[in-house]
């Protein structure tokens, strides 16, 4: 058990649809980091927040947004759903500082019908 | 920007022989590196990392890695494979430049099969 929590593991969900993504870091960690692994896309990069703040944006498309909140636990929110947004997203949460690992969480598996 | 490549999509071993897993890696700083590994239906595990010192690093399950900066890789490798070793693993680069902020960009992925 890595300590990263997510909620739900599975969604199903139809197209157009909007969905949240709940994340609760490990204790103590203030970087919460979301990631979309696909078939044919890999592990993406999406989002980091640090300590509530926007620290870094990846290929996170327009439709998608995130937050953290003072709790330190983290929402991903994927609006307008479409086929190909059917993928498992992850979280992810490390202690500051650049030479600690990132522990997962065990994902959220999005299938839109 | 930063880059990490596995060259293998898949890479089959028999049970007790060596196993190596390879990994190159693109920065524009000093690279932080990581080793993940994925079972089915699992979130990735952390195995090991290199940040600085010594060229070989030792992780969880009899894993190790070796860095080496001439040829940007950082190959994973175990001794003697196990049947349990099976599974997808992902090497991680880390760019320790401030605008990267702290993410992990991650390779696309390297199937280990062990057959007994």
């Known amino acids: 058990d890595s300590g990263v929590t997510q909620t739900p593991k599975h969604l199903i969900t139809a197209t157009g649809q909007r969905v949240t993504l709940r994340c609760s870091p490990r204790?103590?960690?203030?970087?919460v980091y979301w990631y979309q692994q696909s078939l044919d896309q890999g592990l993406q990069f999406l989002i980091q927040y640090y300590n509530g703040e926007e620290r870094a944006k990846g290929n996170i498309l327009e439709r998608f947004s995130a937050q953290q909140f003072p709790d330190l636990h983290s929402e991903l929110n994927l609006s307008s759903l479409e086929l190909g947004d059917s993928a498992l997203y992850f979280c992810?949460?490390?202690?500051?500082?650049?030479?600690?690992?990132?522990?997962f969480g065990q994902g959220t598996r999005l299938t839109v019908v | 920007a930063q880059s990490v490549a596995q060259p293998e999509d898949q890479v089959n071993v028999a049970e007790g022989n060596p196993l190596t897993v390879k990994c190159t890696y693109s920065v524009s700083g000093n690279p932080y590196l990581f080793w993940y590994v994925q079972y089915p239906n699992r979130g990735l595990q952390f195995l090991l990392k290199y940040i600085t010192g010594d060229n070989l690093v030792k992780g969880s399950y009899g894993f190790e890695a070796e860095f080496n900066k001439s040829q940007t890789s950082f190959h994973l490798k175990k001794p003697s494979a196990l049947v349990s070793d099976s599974a997808l693993y992902f090497c991680?680069?880390?760019?320790?430049?401030?605008?990267?902020?702290?993410?992990?960009?991650f390779g696309g992925g390297t199937r280990v099969l062990v057959k007994p």
């Open positions: 204790s103590g960690d203030l970087s």
């Open positions: 991680a680069v880390r760019d320790m430049i401030k605008a990267a902020g702290n993410k992990l960009t």
């Open positions: 992810a949460s490390s202690l500051p500082g650049g030479d600690t690992e990132a522990f």
